[in-house]
């Protein structure tokens, strides 16, 4: 797998340093000539009411001006879209601007000439843009190591703990766990009272969620130099730590009781939470439609649970999802458009519109405002407790978020990890001793086309 993506980051690469640089171009480039529009394209993941959501809102912007007519193009699951804009970019067709997920952003990020940096790009249209205007969790996972965004946060969501308040009343127990001894003591209880199952995590992704963000959220390294923050050679993983291993020890220890049931990154884990076979369930907030549409129970949704004792939880979950990115190699007359268009975006208006009707959180404060003043937090109280968990604390070092290049290829050499774990096959800490080695190796593939 590692060297597939590697194949992928040098089309990218070598692209960059053939391709003609667009950002000076973008600097103090024309409007439209009165009565010319400029046709822009954006290429995203987006189906099903996730592309009815932001269709709307491109709708929106286009009926608000004459200028520019945006359109949304479905490119496919998220690494599609990540391999289609490599291709597209190293054959000079690149999209205006294009939706790139979150494991993917150290690979466009290190494609220096691939993109325009998005705060370059609203500094030369003297449009507000700034840091700060993002929430603390989504800002700090896109941001570089001088505190400036290449890319604009936009779907961003986070992992939760979903729970169903109708089987742990049953069972007696009043409030869902707020640490993990606390969890794997709710197990027992729940199992003798007819409850096998205590627990699923995401499907796909829970080495996102029991790996980088138990990190985060409980304010442990994940890799050196600040998670890929600082520096791009010697990156080494610092998963085989105390706290990691515990954490996956206490998974098995689950698992070998059927108290704690995962299958697989192919198979998803929904309906094993809204069927009622597991009582609680760590997924990503922006299930929480699908959840409320499949559940035939009250459930809730609280903050995930923190490592006993540690002092420093819980500190701050950060985003997943994806950052919108502007591709260079456009005429210099789309950069104005590509700007205003993420303006609208990123707008009070547009952030509420998009968190209400999708399950992820507003990326900006004004979003969050905008939704508290209308009542929605108080009428929809799960929709906010992602939002508590971005902006718990502000981003440390450690907690800001994960740089690393290929991490779709550690993620994968960890979910085997977890795997192995699982399954009784390898002990916690035999299992993430060999994941920090591979994913090392792999960490240094990374190094050899990027690090200079």
Same mark, same amino acid.
């Given at each position: 797998?590692?060297?597939? !993506?590697?194949?992928?980051?040098?089309?990218?690469?070598? !692209? !960059?340093?053939?391709?003609?640089?667009?950002?000076?171009?973008?600097?103090?480039?024309?409007?439209?000539?009165?009565?010319?529009?400029?046709?822009?394209?954006?290429?995203?993941?987006?189906?099903?009411?996730?592309?009815?959501?932001?269709?709307?809102?491109?709708?929106?912007?286009?009926?608000?001006?004459?200028?520019? %007519?945006?359109?949304?193009?479905?490119?496919?699951?998220?690494?599609?879209?990540?391999?289609?804009?490599? /291709?597209?970019?190293?054959?000079?067709?690149?999209?205006?601007?294009?939706?790139?997920?979150?494991?993917?952003?150290?690979?466009?990020?290190?494609?220096?000439?691939?993109?325009?940096?998005?705060?370059?790009?609203?500094?030369?249209?003297?449009?507000?843009?700034?840091?700060?205007?993002?929430?603390?969790?989504?800002?700090?996972?896109?941001?570089?190591?001088?505190?400036?965004?290449?890319s604009m946060p936009f779907n961003s969501s986070t992992p939760v703990l979903y729970?169903?308040?109708?089987?742990?009343?049953?069972?007696?127990?009043?409030?869902?766990?707020?640490?993990?001894?606390?969890?794997?003591?709710? !197990?027992?209880?729940?199992?003798?009272?007819?409850?096998?199952?205590?627990?699923?995590?995401?499907?796909?992704?829970?080495?996102?969620?029991?790996?980088?963000?138990?990190?985060?959220?409980?304010?442990?390294?994940?890799?050196?130099?600040?998670?890929?923050?600082?520096?791009?050679?010697?990156?080494?993983?610092?998963?085989?730590?105390?706290?990691?291993?515990?954490?996956?020890?206490?998974?098995?220890?689950?698992?070998?009781?059927?108290?704690?049931?995962?299958?697989?990154?192919?198979?998803?884990?929904?309906?094993?939470?809204?069927?009622?076979?597991?009582?609680?369930?760590?997924?990503?907030?922006?299930?929480?439609?699908?959840?409320?549409?499949?559940?035939?129970?009250?459930?809730?949704?609280?903050?995930?649970?923190?490592?006993?004792?540690?002092?420093a939880a819980p500190q701050n979950t950060v985003v997943g999802g994806a950052s919108?990115?502007?591709?260079?190699?456009?005429? /210099?007359?789309?950069?104005?458009?590509?700007?205003?268009?993420?303006?609208?975006?990123?707008?009070?208006?547009?952030?509420?519109?998009?968190?209400?009707?999708?399950?992820?959180?507003?990326?900006?404060?004004?979003?969050?405002?905008?939704?508290?003043?209308?009542?929605?937090?108080?009428?929809?109280?799960?929709?906010?407790?992602?939002?508590?968990?971005?902006?718990?604390?502000?981003?440390?070092?450690?907690? %800001?978020?994960? %740089?690393?290049?290929?991490?779709?290829?550690? %993620?994968?050499?960890?979910?085997?990890?977890?795997?192995?774990?699982?399954?009784?096959?390898?002990?916690?800490?035999?299992?993430?001793?060999?994941?920090?080695?591979?994913?090392?190796?792999?960490?240094?593939?990374?190094?050899?086309?990027?690090?200079?």
């Amino acid at each position: 797998m590692a060297v597939a !993506a590697a194949a992928i980051s040098m089309g990218i690469a070598t !692209a !960059a340093c053939g391709s003609p640089t667009k950002t000076s171009a973008a600097a103090a480039a024309p409007a439209p000539a009165p009565g010319h529009t400029v046709d822009l394209n954006v290429w995203t993941a987006f189906s099903g009411s996730l592309g009815t959501a932001f269709d709307h809102l491109v709708s929106q912007f286009n009926a608000s001006q004459s200028q520019y %007519r945006v359109t949304a193009v479905y490119k496919g699951s998220y690494s599609q879209v990540l391999s289609d804009t490599i /291709a597209a970019f190293k054959a000079h067709a690149a999209p205006d601007i294009s939706q790139i997920f979150d494991a993917g952003t150290a690979t466009i990020m290190d494609s220096a000439g691939s993109y325009v940096p998005v705060y370059k790009l609203m500094s030369e249209y003297k449009i507000p843009f700034s840091t700060g205007s993002f929430i603390g969790g989504a800002a700090s996972y896109y941001e570089t190591s001088g505190d400036q965004l290449d890319s604009m946060p936009f779907n961003s969501s986070t992992p939760v703990l979903y729970y169903n308040k109708a089987e742990l009343q049953a069972a007696g127990i009043s409030t869902p766990p707020t640490t993990w001894s606390e969890l794997e003591s709710d !197990a027992s209880v729940l199992a003798a009272h007819g409850q096998k199952c205590a627990l699923s995590s995401s499907g796909a992704y829970v080495m996102w969620t029991d790996m980088e963000e138990f990190s985060t959220w409980n304010g442990y390294p994940y890799a050196n130099h600040q998670n890929g923050y600082t520096g791009i050679k010697g990156m080494q993983l610092k998963i085989n730590s105390a706290p990691i291993v515990d954490h996956l020890a206490l998974l098995g220890r689950l698992a070998s009781k059927g108290e704690y049931i995962w299958n697989g990154v192919s198979t998803s884990t929904v309906p094993l939470f809204t069927n009622g076979t597991c009582a609680m369930y760590e997924q990503s907030s922006a299930s929480l439609n699908t959840i409320e549409a499949a559940a035939k129970f009250p459930f809730g949704v609280a903050e995930l649970p923190v490592v006993a004792g540690d002092k420093a939880a819980p500190q701050n979950t950060v985003v997943g999802g994806a950052s919108l990115w502007v591709m260079s190699g456009a005429p /210099a007359v789309h950069y104005r458009g590509d700007a205003e268009f993420l303006h609208f975006l990123m707008s009070a208006q547009s952030q509420a519109y998009w968190a209400s009707n999708t399950g992820y959180v507003p990326v900006t404060p004004a979003g969050s405002s905008l939704l508290s003043s209308q009542g929605f937090y108080s009428s929809h109280p799960n929709d906010l407790v992602a939002v508590k968990e971005l902006t718990n604390k502000a981003p440390t070092a450690d907690s %800001r978020g994960i %740089r690393l290049g290929y991490l779709p290829e550690v %993620r994968q050499v960890e979910a085997s990890a977890i795997a192995a774990v699982l399954s009784g096959k390898q002990s916690a800490a035999a299992a993430v001793s060999s994941a920090e080695t591979q994913g090392n190796t792999i960490l240094a593939q990374f190094a050899s086309q990027y690090g200079g």
